[in-house]
């Protein structure tokens, strides 16, 4: 049997990436389901949740946009969805009218704690073998 060529091997490695990126999606999705979330919208409290830890702190959209695989057009409609929801709150920068702010609000904080071991443990089960031994 020929050994791999070199681009054959990134290739089936580009290939169990998205493999498991899909699997953990899915699953991700799966336990947040009951919770009114699916894991872009988890993916943005997580965030807020990080940059915002203090009561009232708030986070520019852009840079939201930079970390998480969405449009921009999709991460405002996500972000709308959890405001109608009650989980954030989007404002207007004063000093950059073109700039929008957005905070976690005590619902959207409670809820991401309640929830952030559900999507750890799956972060936990799907992404083990990943870790190269130390």
Do not use: Y
Request: with cysteine; glycine share 6%.
């Amino acid at each position: 049997m020929a050994a791999k060529t070199a681009g054959a091997r990134l290739e089936e490695q580009w290939r169990d990436i998205l493999s498991v990126h899909a699997r953990t999606m899915c699953e991700i999705d799966r336990v947040l389901h009951p919770h009114g979330l699916g894991a872009s919208d988890f993916e943005v409290l997580d965030i807020l949740a990080a940059e915002t830890p203090a009561e009232g702190d708030q986070c520019r959209v852009q840079n939201i946009a930079g970390r998480v695989h969405l449009s921009q057009s999709a991460l405002s409609r996500l972000i709308g969805r959890l405001e109608k929801d009650g989980l954030v709150r989007r404002s207007v920068c004063e000093e950059d009218r073109r700039g929008v702010w957005v905070a976690l609000t005590e619902r959207g904080r409670a809820l991401h704690a309640r929830v952030l071991p559900l999507q750890r443990d799956v972060l936990s089960r799907t992404l083990t073998d990943l870790t190269p031994p130390a």
